[in-house]
């Protein structure tokens, strides 16, 4: 059974840092790019940052901010965030998309809500 469980999320005020952490299990972790996406309160569901192979790409917008990365040994990639700002505030996703190998496609996690206020 394929699980992506994300934690870390909460409450911090604008200018502060937060780390997200999504931890799977269920998937050979190295044949997956793992990526996070963000549901801001009444919008659509928007990537944020990818890794994969090594290599990352982010939105422009949290561009120099963020920073994704990965624990192959642990099974588990994180999305650490700085310099928060409001329109931060969302719902993370965390997504593993199989790019070698067999197994489950395409998957997400359940989401970690990450608030951005004073």
């Known amino acids: 059974q394929v699980q992506l469980v994300e934690s870390g999320g909460g409450l911090v005020q604008p200018g502060g840092s937060l780390r997200v952490s999504c931890t799977t299990s269920g998937i050979v972790f190295l044949h997956y790019a793992i990526s996070w996406y963000r549901q801001p309160p009444g919008k659509e569901r928007e990537p944020v940052a990818i890794?994969?192979?090594?290599?990352?790409t982010y939105a422009d917008s949290v561009k120099g901010r963020f920073a994704i990365f990965r624990d192959d040994a642990k099974n588990t990639a994180y999305l650490q965030m700085n310099s928060l700002k409001p329109e931060d505030t969302a719902t993370y996703y965390c997504?593993?998309?199989?790019?070698?190998?067999?197994?489950?496609?395409?998957?997400w996690g359940q989401g970690t809500q990450v608030t951005v206020s004073s």
């Open positions: 997504r593993a998309v199989r790019v070698a190998g067999w197994g489950p496609p395409d998957h």
């Open positions: 890794v994969s192979s090594g290599s990352t």
